[in-house]
């Protein structure tokens, strides 16, 4: 891998990192698990020794759609473009 290669992958991880995150302030759920490949596995932070797998709509998007229900958060995340 040549450094330009490596830069075009950083920023595509770095795009990945900044859309989860507006996404989950926005709470638009079905959009965020579908960032998640099939084997994916997420600790939160809430639980993290409780694995949630990929987009096992069993876990991931249940404990999502609990928080649906909450009033709004305050965005902690900037906007990406």
Known sequence: M???QALLIEQQ?????HRYA???????????IDLFTDDAILYRPSAPTTPLPGR????VS??????AHLPPVQ???RRCR
Do not use: K, P, V, W
């Open 13 to 17: 991880c770095r795009r990945l990192i």
């Open 22 to 32: 507006y996404l989950n302030d926005e709470r638009d759920f079905d959009a965020l």
């Open 62 to 67: 249940q404990q999502a759609r609990r928080c």
């Open 2 to 4: 040549d450094a330009m």
């Open 75 to 77: 965005r902690r995340h």
């Open 56 to 59: 096992d709509t069993g876990s």
